[in-house]
């Protein structure tokens, strides 16, 4: 699994961050999030599917 973060179609809603706190953050100059782990264990796999699921602006993708 990898994560991919749209920086531009990011709104900075911050759900990815407390839905999957150890694997996203938001940057503090824009509150766009940063992917701190872009290929997260099996282990961190049902949270990180749920933030993208939530995200709101559709920012973020698993290929």
């Known amino acids: 699994m990898r994560i991919k973060a ?3 179609v990011c709104i900075g809603a911050g759900m990815c961050v407390l839905t999957a706190p150890e694997v996203f ?9 940063l ?4 290929e997260p264990s099996a282990a961190k796999e049902a949270g ?3 933030a ?4 709101p602006s559709g920012a973020l993708s698993i290929s």
């Not at 953050?25 to 999030?33: H, N």
């Not at 993208?52 to 995200?55: E, L």
Request: proline residues 0%; glycine residues 4%.
């Open 6 to 8: 749209d920086t531009d």
């Open 25 to 33: 953050d938001q940057s503090e100059e824009d509150g766009t999030v």
């Open 35 to 38: 992917v701190m782990d872009e």
């Open 48 to 50: 990180v599917r749920r």
């Open 52 to 55: 993208v699921q939530v995200c």
